[in-house]
Structures are given as C-alpha cells and as structure tokens.
C-alpha cells in the first residue's frame, strides 16, 4: 500500500478505509448472496462492509453463510430491526469483535415531518444506544438532514439490496483496520460521508 494511505500512531497502524455499513443478501430480500455481496464491493475498492439483512425476512442459517464467506474485506455481521415507534422504524445492530453500533437507518423514507423526525429519533435514543443516523435513502443524499439539531454523526450507505445499488454511497474513515476501532470512529464522528 502507498505509503500516503499509511501513518502511525502510538505505534499502531492506520489506513484510509472505505465502507458501508448497511447492506443487504439473499438472507432477507437482496439479489445476491453474501459471498456474491462481497465480491462486488470488494472489486469497487471496498475495506469493509456490514452485512444487515431484515430481522423479520432473516433465513435460518445465515449467520452460517456470513462466516463462510472468502474477502479480503473486513465483514461485520449485523442485522437491521424493526422497531415499532408511532408506526416503525429501522435500526441496524452491528456486531462488533466486543462492540455494537446502533445506526437509525433512511430518515427520509418514513415520510415524516422535521418534529416528527426527530422524536422519533429521540424515542428510539431511549430504546437503544444510538451511535449515528443515517442520512441517505438507497445511496441518495437527503441533506435536510444533516443539521446540528439532530445530535448525532450522520452517516451515508447504499443500503444496497442489487448489484445495481451498490456504491452509491459509502463512509471513509482513517484508523486502524479492526471491527471495534472502526464503530469508535463512527461513534466519535470522526469519518466522512462519499457520494457517487
């Protein structure tokens, strides 16, 4: 690797990463398999991704199938929830090696106002330990929502479900090339959204 994508800290290797975390296969309502997932976003230049399939489409044995699959990807396991709030909500639960990074997911799909928005935001921050929102819906940016009053790190993903949505949108990020150190970054906000 160039040694312009490298530095050190403290003695620690860091690297400019690439990644998506919120992506969907063949375990719920995706096109292609998790192995074919990572394929493809690997080949677009990819460092990690998330697999999160829908809690209430999951297939039996996916978790099997997520750990069966050859990358070169770092590849979090992670599940996208149901929450039921004045109508529902989804929430992807990421897993990952001791942590977790819960992500409200496609603001802009639930057709609600601002203040609906945000309670809905708020009521959810109460029911889980919200680390970040997303603000994107299929890969597409919706910057009204990318405003301070939300209080939380607003991250972009493709929420890919076909070879045809994937890398619409993804989140860039410098540090080390782990699971945990990368839900801290998202956590702290210290990574950037990219668009197509």
Same mark, same amino acid.
């Given at each position: ?29 995706? %096109? ?5 997932? =990572?394929?493809?976003?690997?080949? %677009? ?40 709030? %004045? ?6 639960? $990421? ?19 601002? @203040? ?17 929102? @997303? ?14 009053? $939300? ?14 949505? $994937?890398?619409? =949108? ?11 150190? $990368? ?14």
């Amino acid at each position: 690797m160039p040694d312009a994508f490298r530095r050190r800290v403290d003695g620690r290797a860091l690297m400019l990463m690439k990644g998506c975390l919120h992506t969907h296969t063949t375990c719920s309502d995706g %096109k292609l398999s998790p192995q074919q997932v =990572a394929d493809a976003y690997e080949e %677009k230049g990819y460092d990690f991704i998330a697999f999160t399939d829908h809690d209430y489409l999951l297939k039996p044995k996916s978790a099997g199938l997520y750990r069966d699959v050859r990358s070169g990807l770092i590849l979090f396991e992670g599940i996208e929830l149901t929450v039921f709030v %004045k109508g529902y909500v989804h929430v992807n639960r $990421i897993y990952g090696e001791e942590d977790e990074l819960y992500v409200l997911n496609h603001l802009g799909e639930y057709d609600l106002s601002m @203040e609906q928005v945000m309670d809905r935001i708020e009521t959810v921050a109460g029911m889980f330990p919200l680390d970040a929102v @997303e603000v994107t819906s299929k890969g597409f940016r919706n910057p009204e929502y990318e405003i301070p009053e $939300i209080r939380f790190p607003k991250i972009a993903s493709d929420d890919a479900h076909t070879r045809l949505g $994937i890398g619409r =949108a993804w989140i860039e990020l410098d540090g080390p090339r782990d699971k945990d150190s $990368i839900i801290r970054k998202i956590r702290q906000g210290d990574f950037w959204n990219c668009y197509v």
